[in-house]
């Protein structure tokens, strides 16, 4: 039998809490402008590493080509500068030769340089998608703090970078180790084969291998992404004393919006107070509700709500209409209709136009109005 509980019984309501709560929207949003995201190094390095092998060897004929050439022209060219000079090169000429060479190899090296960008680039936005922010690259000065290095130096996760580490040499080294294990028989007769051959030999090798061990390393990656993924969403949980701060924070503390709605809704009932004695007659239940009816035709075309309430404003309602010899009429099905469908301000609709014309009939018969 598996027994199921819930992490959040034991819990503390508190900021010593567990943190059992997943992030926010604006907690993870929070930390994506601090630069804080789910990312791995070991990604973009494996990207790296297998773009680099991969154009190495499709540009391996190209570049040795291009090398091996610079290299005779600049060595062809410097007994014959030597001559105009009688055995000896000025510094000059030196420095020209040797700027040429630089250039000519910084050609070779740029597309390399250039995909190396692309590729991190790349890697970088599949991983945490397009977000611009400096501020991971603000200096903070508590990192100089010597206490807060070495508890850095001695935490969880330097100890978990130091295993990875420690595994991925592991892995790479044993991957190394047969390949090589597998390749030893044609090393052993570079001896018996020209210098270019024994060349072309052991860089086709060693191609090679830096193309398995980069796809051995983007399977590490892999690994590595998914465990950065988990670490920065267990990093992001918060207690539950986080969450209610950060609503209050967002919404406002609901102990403040209750007073605010109280002291909203009082002033709206002295207006409403107010505008009473102005009303025709009061409509009551007779003792839960009141609705005080006015029909101004220079205003609306219809009767409208002057004021309404329920049990004790219903009462105080009543209070102000006797004060100001207002006509209170009883009406329970009307009383109830008017309460529960018409805001104060507002007109009667057309369906209660027979009910409420009959009531206002009666009052200004009443005061000799008809």
Do not use: C
Not at 288 to 299: C, M, Q, R
């Amino acid at each position: 039998m598996i027994l199921q509980y819930n992490l959040q019984f034991f819990a503390k309501d508190g900021p010593g809490g567990e943190k059992t709560e997943e992030p926010t929207s604006k907690k993870l949003e929070d930390a994506r402008k601090e630069g804080q995201v789910a990312k791995s190094k070991e990604v973009t390095s494996a990207f790296e590493m297998l773009a680099a092998f991969v154009m190495l060897r499709f540009l391996m004929e190209y570049i040795g080509t291009v090398f091996v050439g610079n290299m005779s022209q600049l060595y062809s060219q410097i007994p014959e500068y030597a001559k105009l000079y009688d055995g000896h090169i000025q510094t000059q000429t030196f420095r020209m030769l040797f700027t040429m060479s630089l250039l000519r190899i910084l050609q070779v090296i740029a597309p390399f340089l250039i995909a190396g960008f692309l590729v991190a680039f790349i890697a970088n936005v599949i991983q945490v998608k397009w977000k611009v922010t400096g501020k991971p690259l603000q200096p903070k000065f508590n990192k100089l703090n010597p206490v807060s290095g070495f508890k850095r130096i001695f935490s969880k996760n330097s100890l978990m970078e130091l295993v990875k580490s420690f595994l991925k040499l592991t892995l790479i080294g044993y991957v190394v180790y047969d390949y090589l294990k597998k390749n030893m028989p044609p090393l052993y007769q570079l001896y018996d084969v020209s210098l270019n051959q024994g060349i072309a030999q052991v860089g086709t090798l060693v191609l090679n291998l830096g193309i398995r061990i980069a796809l051995f390393y983007m399977l590490i990656a892999a690994a590595d992404f998914a465990y950065q993924k988990i670490k920065f969403k267990n990093d992001m949980k918060m207690t539950k004393q986080e969450v209610k701060d950060e609503y209050k924070n967002q919404e406002g503390d609901p102990q403040i919006k209750g007073k605010q709605r109280q002291r909203m809704m009082e002033a709206s009932r002295r207006r409403m107070m107010q505008q009473l004695p102005e009303a025709d007659v009061v409509i009551t239940n007779p003792t839960h509700f009141a609705v005080a009816i006015k029909y101004d035709p220079e205003t609306y075309d219809a009767p409208f709500v002057v004021a309404k309430g329920a049990d004790y404003l219903a009462q105080k309602i009543k209070d102000v209409a006797k004060e100001n010899h207002i006509e209170i009429v009883e009406n329970k099905p009307l009383a109830r209709m008017l309460y529960a469908n018409v805001d104060v301000g507002s007109v009667v609709p057309p369906e209660l136009y027979q009910a409420v014309a009959e009531v206002l009939a009666f009052v200004y018969h009443l005061q000799g109005k008809v």
